[in-house]
């Protein structure tokens, strides 16, 4: 103990320069960072500072301390005064390590202390966990790199640049990705900030054992041949080892410069002469009958993306590209790519075409290009209802009323049954993804039309128009600005768009709704779904834990879907497009039992849910939505 306090005491006395220098220097380095960015349109979270701080700041803080502590001690000479004292073979190299790691640790650990205290999002304990856990794991592995590389002396440079060329070869001529890599995937500013749940274990597996191979080889190679090699490289570059070093960087330069440049990604691109072109729409049809079904849906679609350009003020529209796709279920629409340059692709079922097909192509259609052209801020909560109301209305416009209808109109219906289970108000707008899960997509894209569809019959035209350019008109940029824009409430959008009061409209919304559902004939055919009861029933652990009950008054044969998802340890948006459904058909009487295929271990999260396709309504009817813990 007495050699360590001693060794600690001369590193602290030989470096105490350094890391005061350091330290200044890294301060004016977050105050500029920090004034940047919040100045700039870079900055989405506070902790995008620390990624960065985390970059080339303290990579040059732990190059410039590992030079006092390792380089310059063996160009002095002097470790070979330590090998002599009476300690442990080695213990002066672990102080070494450990001092430099303790300064390297508490320089990242303050810049995460400051950017928690500067945070103006929410940083939960658990969010900070997954952060500390991320920059220590980078601040083990990038100190252990450094101090081997002071190990090599006067050839650290030129292994150095050798390091980073190889990485951006590598990067670039090869499938491999070095930002997905261990240290680099720790600090990757894209997700840095933003991921508050998962910890990236492969990475940090990664970079811890990076940092164990670093460390085991800087200990044997201060030991080999009694360390008279490390002393030996300790020593500058003589004339002739300058010119040949400078020869060979060029040659790497000239090398470098004649290879080929890796293709951008190109659009999707069809590769039949079947293929339907209106505009920017291009409808893949492959089958000789279908022609007039595309044709049909190419103007319709052309004719409402014309609209929504003029609408919303856009000044330019990517290619939409629409496949067909046999394995997609009927009056469904599937996503397949979504870039705000190159375009979207929907893939759809074109032999089961049909009026409800349509318009949910037309609504897919339009999401995705605002979502696109947003840079998906429009998707963000508790605006995301905007946007799927919207693409609904506006893939409506022409085909139904634009008032609250009289007579039996589909998705209205749709609206009044979701009502019954989530009524509109704060809770449903505030927690719109919470909403989503009890009354599935159909459900939630048809209550929220409602609202610009009762927005439409009170105020005109003109509101809805004037609503929709604001909360979508602007490009997003991918920085500031479509953070400060994400956090203008839906009350100050909606008053400075429409210049209406947003709580009167929500409860006229909310009104709207719940007179109709006690009118004929929407009263009838609400019947089945008020008095439907569902529930799910949990059992201990095991194959098939899950199941559940449901008692409805439907005719047999009506065709329902037990969906169930395994869910993380932490609650977020749910991904629609990982629910695996087993479709069954009701059987005579109005109760049924079914277990849901999953096997779950005690403690584990599933989301379950039961749709079914009832008529008069458009989409699926949900009858149960929940996420549940298994005992």
Known sequence: MRATRALVSKELHQNAGRLIAATLLLLIAWATAWGAARQGEGMMSTFQVVAAFAGWPLVSASLYLGHGIVVVELFGRTQRFLEALPIHKGHALLVKMAFGLMALGAWAALALIAGAAMATEPTEPRFILVLGVRLGAYVVCLWAMVFLLGMFGRMRIPIAVGVIVLLVAADRYSSWQVWQFGPFALIDSTSFPFERHNIPWRAVAESLLLAAGA???????????????????????????????????????????????????????????????????????????????????????????????AELGWNKLPPVRVVNAPDVRAGQSALASNDHEMGVVIRTNLAQSSDVMATRLLTA??????????????????????????????????????????????????????????????????????????????????????????????????????????????????????????????????????????????????????????????????????????????????????????????????????????????????????HEGKHFLWPAGNTVERLVEGDYGSGERAFVALDCELTPFAGRVRLLGSRVTIP
Request: charged share 25%; proline share 6%.
């Open 365 to 578: 259609t339009v999401h995705a290009l605002v979502s696109a052209h947003t840079r998906h801020v429009a998707m963000l909560e508790p605006r995301h209802w905007l946007l799927d109301g919207y693409a609904l209305h506006l893939a409506l416009r022409g085909r139904a009323s634009p008032t609250p209808p009289t007579g039996m109109d589909a998705f209205w219906m749709d609206a009044l049954a979701a009502a019954h289970r989530v009524p509109v108000g704060p809770a449903f707008l505030r927690d719109y993804h919470q909403a989503n899960d009890k009354v599935g997509d159909d459900g939630a894209n048809a209550l929220s039309e409602s609202g610009w569809r009762v927005l439409e019959s009170e105020a005109g035209r003109g509101a809805v128009v004037a609503l929709a350019r604001a909360a979508f008109g602007a490009a997003g940029t991918g920085g500031m600005r479509d953070s400060w824009r994400a956090r203008q409430s839906t009350a100050r959008l909606f008053a400075t768009a429409v210049g209406r009061d947003w709580d009167g409209f929500v409860s006229s919304w909310s009104a709207t709704l719940t007179r109709d559902r006690t009118r004929s004939p929407f009263r009838e055919a609400l019947a089945a779904i008020e008095q439907a009861e569902a529930a799910v029933e949990l059992r201990r652990a095991g194959a098939r834990p899950v199941a559940i009950r449901a008692r409805l008054n439907a005719p047999a044969g009506t065709i329902c879907t037990v969906y169930e998802q395994k869910l993380p340890p932490y609650d977020g948006p749910l991904d629609t497009d990982a």
């Open 215 to 309: 460390c085991a080889a800087a200990q044997a190679f201060a030991r080999l041949k009694e360390g008279s090699i490390v002393e030996a490289l300790a020593r500058p570059f003589g004339p002739r080892e300058v010119a040949a070093l400078t020869f060979l960087g060029l040659v790497v330069v000239v090398v470098f410069s004649t290879l080929p440049v890796a293709a951008e990604p190109q659009p999707y691109e069809f590769t039949t002469d079947r293929v339907v072109h209106r505009g920017h729409v291009e409808i893949g049809y492959f089958d000789d009958e279908l022609q007039s079904t595309a044709e049909t849906l190419a103007e319709k679609l052309t004719r409402m993306l014309d609209e929504m350009v």
